[in-house]
């Protein structure tokens, strides 16, 4: 990176690894879906036989657009100008008005997977195939845990820039001093495509103070799966303990344009009428309010390749190392 970019307002490079695209309850079978992301079009079915797949949008005949008025047809999709069918490989298996296909037209598809609910695909510039996966969640299907909850934005930035956001423990007890107190980075552990974050919190509760004293020490674990999606763990004991699960999964739509969605999840308390005051409170409160703050200083800023740090803050150049292998 050169020192314009430590100046200016140039934009990343869209980082490889796995991204949510849509949820596994939007797409039932026979469905067809188009999407924009990446800045590239692609169209997502699910065949009778639930396989999903995730193709170039455009019609290698005479580029039509399958996610505009495509057909699930079995396990082939067809396209809605001239019904040109399409295997799950993108490879062109019937022409209604020719006898022969023609054996090289083929539509490029995309890694899919269905993880947590959610369906994410795997985007590299040069279309390598993954080398690591994005894991179940164990709340996901624990029946201790509430469903999972969503919320989504779209924000001006990068998923560069928003993941940093978890390492740079500075910020946090002045920009959303209502929920730190203070926060310390304890330990970062590295494995590949998976960065682990351990912290050490305390929480300001005042929003409960009354039923759960005003600061409050826990933990906070934050694992990061490539960029594109990171799982937080908070623990809070107090009179009650409370355990939560804030899931921030980032799709670069376009070079300044992310969407940002958060599942929230946590832990069902022993009284039901509590579980429903805090989940609510957190998510709608807390957590979003936390977000929309980091909102404004994220479609601002620049990004400083050469950043001035505090020795405090080690973890930010620890994170960017990591980081670098997306690019
Ligand atoms: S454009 Fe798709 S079949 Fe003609
Ligand atoms: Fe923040």
Redesign the pocket.
Known sequence: MNDERSTTNAPLPFPSGWFRIAYSDELLPGQVRALHYFDRDFVLFRTATSKLHLFDA???????H?GYGGKVNDETIQ??????RFNGEGQCVE?PYACKVLPKVQIQSWQVREVNGTILMYYHPDRKPPDWEIPLLPEYTCKDWIPFKRRRWQVRTNPQEIAENGVDTAHSPFLHRQTFVSLKSQSIEIDGAILVHQLLPIYNLSFAAGLLGKENLGSLEISYYGLGCQVSRACIETVIELDFLAIFMLTPIEEKLLEIDLIFSMRKIFSKTLTKLFAPKILMQKIGRDLEQDISIWENKIYCDRPTLCESEGAIMKYRRWSQQFY
């Open positions: 455009h019609c290698p005949h005479l580029g039509a399958l396209c809605p100008f001239h019904g040109w022409i």
